[in-house]
């Protein structure tokens, strides 16, 4: 068994981040992160009260002290699910990942305003309530894996590859461009034919996992079978080595802080995190590079779980003057626009909305979610004190 987040971070990263950002990773998708296998959770209010969800009387004298804040929540669930156009919309949004703004399928979820808030809480950021403690229901972890490391052409192919494998038994489709398999290949134990690869090729990091050997072989050929018409520049192998999965997972996790590390001097190491429905992945991926070359950031990595169309860009910025601001200001608006207006997808997947998304949350849901989200700030914050300015600031 395992907890269902596995974040490429993994191994710096801390549950009460994983869960105040509801981070995913690479293998839970949208089935089993931190808002589908929290168990119970213990919180210090805005106003220094402690609610523990697992102790019965920790709930009982929350609801005497707190019955507003409960019974709120409980009141705007109704009235989201008397309104169908809002109900089925909040439904859509939340079909692939999406972390900007508040978890409003609490909402839609769940009608018990414990349920409400405990899941509220999963990806708040502090804005609502400090977590102290928290309780996850595990997922199985199979003994029995493969993993093979794909090289594709171009990026677009890759992503046509993608939404075959969507269809397919894999458990994760980790997507790496050019630029980020360069930032690495000199890394001690990766691959050197990475140093060899022509310019636009992609790879794609592909694990499947099942209860026993026989199964696994099943998978493998499947997969194999099922993508061999989108051509790889390299023979497509699986590995069931350990130590050899651990050397291509090394590309993948290593990709990051390498090249954070590899920025310029007075830069910035700007990371953003957008969704897109997968059968629209390889237009939206061509659209986003070619506002990278718009704007003029042609440094621009991107990489992330293509397996949920969740795709991670990094560039780097210079902040120090107005000019680069402006640029950088004017390249987040044409994000918005690209990602919500014409693929209606997420401007954040799973690193949650922050300070850089926040002016755009309204744009993504729109007025009438918006003002509830707001809502769900002064039910929890009335003196709006819990992390200023992060996920709703104007």
Known sequence: RKIGPDPASIDSAMIGGIAANNASGMCCGT????????????????????????????????????????????????????????????????KIKNTTGYSLNAFTDF?????????LIIGSEGT???????????????????????????????????AILKTMPVTAVEIMDRAALKSVDSAKGVPEYLKSLPDNATALLIETKAENQGKLEENINRIKENISSIKTLLPLNFTQNPAEQAALWKIRKESLPTVAGMRKSGTTSIIEDVCFPVPSLAKAVLDLQALFLKHGYTEAVIFGH?????????????????????????????????????????????????????????????????????????????????????????
């Not at 009608?111 to 899941?119: P, R, T, V, W």
Request: proline share 3%; with cysteine; charged share 30%.
């Open 31 to 94: 089935s089993e992160n931190s808002y589908k296998t929290i168990a119970d959770i213990r919180v210090v209010m805005s106003d220094g009260t402690i609610l523990d969800t697992a102790d019965t009387s920790s709930r009982e004298n929350f609801l005497k002290s707190h019955s507003d804040l409960i019974k709120g929540l409980e009141k705007m669930a109704g009235e989201i699910n008397s309104e169908e156009i809002l109900r089925e919309k909040i439904k859509q949004k939340f």
């Open 111 to 119: 009608s018990d305003g414990f349920e409400i808030l405990k899941h």
């Open 128 to 162: 609502l309530a400090f977590i102290s403690d928290i309780t996850y229901n595990t997922v199985i972890e199979h003994k029995d894996k493969a993993l093979a490391l794909a090289i594709y052409p171009d990026i677009e192919q890759a992503c046509i590859a993608v």
């Open 306 to 394: 293509a397996l949920e169309g969740n795709m991670h860009f990094m560039f780097s910025p210079n902040f120090n003057n107005e000019t680069e601001t402006e640029r950088y200001s004017r390249f987040m608006d044409d994000l918005a626009d690209m990602v919500v207006d014409k693929y209606n997808g997420s401007l954040k997947a799973e690193h949650g909305t922050g300070r850089n998304m926040a002016p755009y949350v309204e744009k993504e849901w729109g007025e009438n979610a918006y003002r509830i989200m707001r809502e769900v700030k002064r039910l929890f914050d009335p003196k709006g004190i819990l992390n200023p300015g992060v996920i709703l600031n104007e």
